[in-house]
């Protein structure tokens, strides 16, 4: 008997809708990516073989790098309006509503409360060519990275009812005065367990 041939028919997949959930994650993800933010200095941090990641929420970061200045960031644009509303009471500064705005959207500053008003006012590229002299800290006369620290603590323990953590991140070449400096700082606020900043590098051979 002659074989009966079954006709083959060409499959065809729709890829209409998997083209259009790709392009909704694709367009989700670009939204929501946390932009990287340059250091105003560059600090060259030590390595260290242990590793714990430091979370980006909920973070105060102090830097110190240059020529022992001394930088403060933190997260939350919300926790930064509050922190400079205090700082501007504290100091006798009165800052405008587009000056509190342009603060919340500065991550990270190394500027004395007498220049924070000009340097606010400043345009994206005079900032960039603009050397910021750092934050005063010295524990014995005008220590205002200490109320940077205490006015954004209790403004994100006010605003998210969490505690605040904080982070160093020095140089490995700066001197350790400077970060001893950073570290009594901390130890009036009764501040013992802190963060280290460091790059992770393989752990020695036993």
């Known amino acids: 008997m002659p074989r009966v041939k079954v006709a083959r028919k060409s499959t065809h997949i729709d890829m209409t809708a998997m083209c259009d959930v ?3 994650l694709l367009t989700f ?3 929501t990516a946390k932009p990287r933010v340059d250091d105003p200095v560059k600090a060259e941090v030590p390595s260290s073989s242990k590793e714990k990641i430091v979370p980006e929420t909920n973070l105060g970061l102090i830097t110190v790098g240059g020529n022992n200045q ?3 960031s933190v997260s939350g644009s919300d926790v930064r309006s509050e922190a ?3 700082m501007g009471d504290k100091y006798k500064q009165s800052f405008t509503p587009e000056e509190i705005v342009k603060f ?3 991550e990270v500053f190394g500027v004395p409360m ?3 008003k000009s340097f606010l006012n400043m345009s994206d590229d005079e900032k960039k060519a603009y ?3 750092g934050i005063p800290a010295d524990t014995t006369n005008n220590n205002e990275l200490s109320n940077w620290i205490l006015t954004s603590r209790k403004a994100n323990k ?3 009812d969490k505690d605040l953590d904080i982070a160093i991140k020095g140089d490995k070449k700066e001197q350790y005065p400077v970060i001893h400096e950073v570290i009594e700082v901390l130890g009036k606020q009764k501040l013992f367990k802190f963060s280290l900043i460091t790059d992770l590098k393989a752990a020695p051979k036993k």
């Open 131 to 133: 050397k910021q002299p």
């Open 84 to 86: 400079l509303k205090a």
């Open 158 to 160: 006010a605003l998210h």
């Open 104 to 106: 919340s959207n500065t």
């Open 114 to 116: 007498a220049q924070l």
């Open 70 to 72: 001394i930088f403060y």
């Open 29 to 31: 993800f670009i939204l």
């Open 22 to 24: 790709a392009f909704l």
